[in-house]
């Protein structure tokens, strides 16, 4: 039997992902993990953004990790404070922020001879394994409209909220009616001085409602833990049967939720014009659908004006319309989106033989099951290209990705292996088979959206989750280079 290893790990990143990776470790019995955080708290995302309204579209229970309910979600989709202080407090009780290195961005990782060197500014330090938990909507994407910093008044990403503004005295634009926009309208219409959006395209919104938690349920789940498994298991059941079934492949599901959209449009907005500016041209999920419960009862508030004009640009005191109209707004609030394809970047990867993650993907980001790239042995990336993030709840992604990785990492613990690699047939045969079914997905049903790839194909995945799921559960080694361990 051979001894086992201190192996080291290194975790880029402290958000939602990497804490459930250094959870993973811990109940492994590794404790020789390092997490680079390059804020001072964790959460990521969830701590990122704070725009009055955030709330996750996924529904709590089904937002959590399987080893960590939470009976004290408030609501059925949990607002973004309360997501973030779920992974504050368990980064807390696990004890898992003594392995963090807040304010550490993380500039290069090199593989040489058997290890990743991990740089920062306070120096380099060998590795065994570099995981990737860096998130997909890290980066703010601004739009490239003329005279944007010409603007005369306050103005912000909705990812870097500036509180220190006052919104009921002001009249907004808002950019940008993803998402995000949709969750902003839906708080501040009929709140604020006046609320101009600005819709480049229409979207499709599913109704839903997100009533509150009584506290008898919320005692109820507290004495009854498995009440907890259950709202977990019940909310998996519907986005993985319904929802994900929907988006994957044509049929009665997709039509149901196209008829849902339609009918949540024409029921909530009777006025014929308005109804037509919010009326999209394109099937409903090709872009990510938007839940929302009280998005176009907000619309129709008193100070709330949809624009649909295109931007022409941005005046000192407002925003141009192509029609010549000036729009006057107090504040305008960019929530134009990320780039979704960044990955780790601008960390600077480098793998065997100096060749860098950005010239291994001149052709986009490709990746064997989601989670590792031939030639950078011992790496796994979380949320990595072709995750089913379209269709799933991140958080049991991040799971099974992190159960995925454990799998290799026990095995370089055990001493059999001292590294692994997918192999470039395996990972081009995936991906093949990946792009040959994606016409089936209602993604290439023709729209514009932040899941397309530069060559206009989805960066998701495919197939039902629970294929993902199957994917990581059963490791193949013969898809990989395995170096044995040196005796
Ligand atoms: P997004 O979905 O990428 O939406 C960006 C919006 O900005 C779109 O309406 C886009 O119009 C518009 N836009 C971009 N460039 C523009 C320009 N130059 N001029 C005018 N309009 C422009 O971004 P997001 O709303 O921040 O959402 C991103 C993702 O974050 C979501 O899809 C979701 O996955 C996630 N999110 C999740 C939650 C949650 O509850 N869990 C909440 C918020 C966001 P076009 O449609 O024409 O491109």
């Not at 040489?112 to 997909?136: H, M």
């Not at 480049?200 to 509150?212: G, I, K, L, S």
């Not at 514009?448 to 993902?468: C, I, T």
Request: net charge neutral; charged share 20%.
């Amino acid at each position: 039997m051979a001894e086992k290893r201190a192996v080291k790990v290194a975790i880029v990143g402290a958000g939602m992902s990497g804490l459930c990776m250094a959870a993973k470790m811990q109940d492994a019995g590794i404790e020789t993990f390092t997490i680079f955080e390059q804020a001072d708290e964790v959460g990521g995302t969830w701590r990122d953004n704070t725009y009055p309204g955030l709330h996750c579209d996924v529904p709590s229970r089904f937002y959590s990790y399987t080893f960590r309910s939470n009976p004290e979600w408030s609501r059925l989709l949990p607002p973004g404070n309360e997501v973030q202080s779920y992974f504050t407090q368990i980064a807390t009780e696990r004890g898992i922020r003594t392995h963090i290195r807040f304010g550490t961005p993380v500039t290069s990782a090199v593989f040489r001879e058997g290890k990743w060197w991990i740089s920062t500014a306070g120096g380099s330090e060998p590795f065994d394994v570099l995981i990737t938990a860096t998130g997909i909507l890290r980066v703010p994407r601004y739009p490239d409209i003329p005279g944007l910093n010409e603007f005369a008044g306050p103005m912000f990403h909705s990812s870097r909220w500036d509180h220190s503004v006052s919104l009921q005295d002001k009249r907004i634009g808002l950019i940008g009616t993803g998402s995000t926009g949709v969750q902003i309208t839906a708080e501040l219409g009929g709140k604020v001085r006046g609320l101009t959006i600005f819709q480049r395209t229409a979207q499709w919104v599913f109704p839903f409602p997100n009533p509150r938690y009584s506290p008898i349920t919320k005692a109820a789940l507290r004495r009854v833990p498995v009440l907890s498994r259950l709202g977990y298991r019940f909310w998996q059941t519907v986005y993985e049967n319904f929802f994900a079934k929907a988006m994957v492949r044509p049929g009665l599901r997709r039509r149901l939720v196209s008829a849902m959209c339609r009918w949540n449009l024409n029921f909530s907005v009777r006025d014929p014009r308005l109804r037509r500016k919010l009326t999209p041209d394109y099937q409903a999920m090709c872009k990510r659908i938007i839940a929302a419960g009280h998005y176009y009862q907000s619309v129709q508030k008193p100070g709330v004006d949809v624009v649909v004009d295109p931007i022409d640009h941005i005046a000192p005191t407002g925003v141009v319309t192509a029609d010549g109209t000036l729009h006057e707004v107090d504040l305008l609030v960019i929530a134009t989106g990320f780039d979704a394809h960044a990955y780790a970047r601008p960390m600077e990867i480098i793998g065997e033989n100096g060749v860098s993650l950005d010239e291994a993907w001149t052709d986009g980001p490709q990746a064997y099951r989601s989670v590792a790239v031939p030639g950078f042995p011992n790496m796994f990336m979380l949320m990595g290209p072709h995750s089913p993030i379209g269709q799933q709840s991140l958080v049991i992604i991040a799971e099974n990705q992190a159960d995925y990785a454990m799998w290799w990492i026990e095995r370089i613990r055990d001493g059999a292996i001292d590294a692994a690699s997918p192999t470039e047939t395996a990972t081009k045969e995936y991906n093949e088979q990946m792009k040959s079914a994606m016409p089936q997905t209602v993604w290439t049903t023709g729209c514009n959206s932040w899941y397309l790839d530069k060559h206009g194909v989805p960066e998701l995945f495919p197939w039902e989750p629970a294929r993902h799921r199957r994917l990581l559960a059963s490791p193949e080694p013969s898809d990989f280079d395995v170096q044995p361990a040196q005796a």
